[in-house]
């Protein structure tokens, strides 16, 4: 990470090297890792990335002390004014939503949705057809958006934009 | 709507639309959009890209903002605050990570900020006040646990990053080693440090301080106790008193237990306890003589050093530790 920042950042740094921690905590509760520094350096990297694309910064110009291209961290949403951080958010807040009411019919969707399935490959791994998970799919959609509706504007907010659209 | 009105109109849906959460005729809109324009499909594939996340996507709370959970758990409110805090008072894996970091375990409670549409407001109890035990930016930060873990000895000096940059290694080991040689009981060095230590990363939550010296006439006194955690091990931070020893001199550490034996024993160079004024923490795993709850001393004896050069340190086990 520190050769990643070459000196920018450097307040952050510690606050990404947790994140960076929790991650890999995370990834080796889940299983276990073949190679172990490969893992950390990928984790280190992403959760980089991932760090400064909250920051919102452009990491170019923002280093003036650095006259180096090897300091360009190639990332099409650097600078782009999306937050990823919304997307982990939405997500925890759904899945959290949907497993307060014992939603599991939903709990089960949203993990496959999240994990970059639509609705045809969901269909195939749980055994049912598209339509019947569309509509599945449909109802829990309905009932977390209510929730987030009738929400003060928390953190949430920065999803305004997007829940405005879902909500008209 | 212009082309740009376009672009604008799907990156700010993108984070609804990756979560499914965007109305169906929305996310086909999206999706065409996508399917014509290379640019916005970059953004939504780098949103969506395979991370180490991996299947962990919105199970737990955010790393970010467990990372930095004294300033961002204060500016949760609403309905994902109370989320949160329902997770926290389930997940123990998301406790054991604040802890880890050095934080409770809980939400402090902020006037204003619960949400009047709980997920369930009669099931929710009020949480507690709760601070930080302290700033997470004002410690050390240890290297990663499980190579820790991977180390397979009985006490581990590992790496500190009190500075990211670091490039400290961990200290040589030597296995646990039972010794009948009860220790000397020397008058302590002056001065103590009141210090809340303790040692961040994984081990942090078996973690004790070692931030006040045994007095002399006191023999009794408990300064510390030790929980062992589910890893089986407590981790402690090399004391200031021993960290700022003249010279370079070879320390012994040892715990020692009833009667005075001594149960783990590392000998390591000042320099490598604390390189470069930045104190180790030392991991002293429950190996393979389970520690069993009692009192115990960790004591340093630097050999050579000029007075003081003894420091010992009253601990207290209370919940045994696992066998590994």
Redesign the interface.
């Known amino acids: 990470?520190?050769s990643m920042a070459r000196g920018r950042w450097a307040s952050d740094?510690?606050?990404?090297?947790?994140?960076a921690?929790?991650?890999?905590?995370?990834?080796?509760?889940?299983e276990q890792?073949r190679n172990?520094d490969a893992?950390?350096t990928?984790?280190a990297r992403?959760?980089f990335i991932?760090?400064v694309r909250?920051l919102g910064h452009d990491p170019i110009e923002r280093s003036q002390p650095i006259d180096d291209e090897d300091a360009a961290i190639g990332?099409?949403?650097i600078g782009?004014?999306?937050?990823?951080?919304?997307?982990?958010?939405?997500?925890?807040?759904?899945?959290?939503?949907f497993?307060?009411?014992r939603a599991s019919e939903c709990i089960e969707v949203?993990?496959h949705?999240?994990?970059?399935r639509n609705h045809a490959e969901i269909g195939r791994l749980l055994g049912e057809k598209r339509d019947a998970i569309?509509k599945r799919?449909?109802r829990c959609?309905r009932r977390?958006?209510e929730?987030?509706r009738?929400?003060?504007?928390?953190?949430?907010r920065?999803?305004a934009?997007?829940?405005e659209?879902?909500l008209? | 709507m212009t082309f740009g009105d376009s672009h604008d109109w799907v990156r700010a849906r993108l984070a609804t639309w990756a979560s499914g959460l965007l109305k169906p005729d929305s996310t086909e809109r999206v999706d065409q959009h996508l399917a014509e324009c290379e640019s916005c499909r970059q953004l939504a594939g780098a949103m969506t890209s395979s991370d180490p996340k991996g299947d962990d996507r919105g199970e737990h709370i955010p790393a970010f903002g467990l990372a930095r959970w004294d300033r961002w758990s204060r500016d949760l409110t609403g309905l994902s605050r109370s989320l949160v805090l329902e997770h926290l008072q389930r997940c123990e894996q998301c406790r054991s990570q604040l802890v880890t970091l050095g934080y409770r375990a809980e939400l402090p409670l902020l006037e204003g900020a619960e949400s009047t549409h709980s997920p369930d407001a009669a099931t929710r109890a009020a949480p507690p006040r709760s601070v930080p035990i302290r700033s997470a930016r004002k410690y050390a930060w240890p290297a990663w646990g499980a190579l820790a873990a991977a180390a397979g000895v009985a006490i581990v000096a590992y790496i500190v990053l009190h500075h990211p940059s670091s490039t400290s290694v961990p200290v040589a080991v030597t296995p646990s080693a039972v010794d009948t040689t009860p220790p000397r009981v020397n008058p302590p060095p002056a001065g103590t440090s009141d210090e809340a230590l303790l040692a961040l990363g994984p081990e942090s939550s078996d973690a004790v301080s070692l931030a006040s010296l045994v007095r002399s006439g006191e023999p009794d006194t408990t300064i510390t106790r030790l929980q062992f955690g589910p890893a089986g091990h407590v981790a402690f931070q090399v004391p200031i008193e021993v960290a700022t020893l003249a010279g370079n001199p070879n320390i012994d550490v040892m715990l020692v237990g009833k009667g005075g034996v001594i149960l783990r024993r590392l000998s390591a160079r000042r320099s490598e306890l604390a390189p470069r004024d930045q104190r180790r923490d030392l991991l002293l795993r429950a190996g393979q003589h389970p520690l069993v709850p009692g009192d115990y001393a960790v004591v340093f004896v630097a050999k050579g050093a000029p007075q003081p050069n003894r420091f010992e340190y009253r601990v207290r086990i209370e919940t045994a530790g696992r066998h590994e």
């Open positions: 990470m520190t740094l510690e606050d990404i090297a947790m994140e921690w929790i991650v890999l905590d995370r990834v080796l509760r889940r890792a172990l893992l950390m990928r984790i992403f959760t991932d760090a909250r990332d099409p949403l782009s004014g999306i937050d990823p951080s919304a997307l982990e958010m939405v997500r925890f807040c759904t899945l959290e939503y497993t307060h009411h949203a993990r949705w999240f994990a970059g569309a799919w449909e959609r977390v958006v929730a987030f009738a929400d003060l504007p928390g953190p949430l920065q999803f934009t997007e829940l659209e879902v008209a």
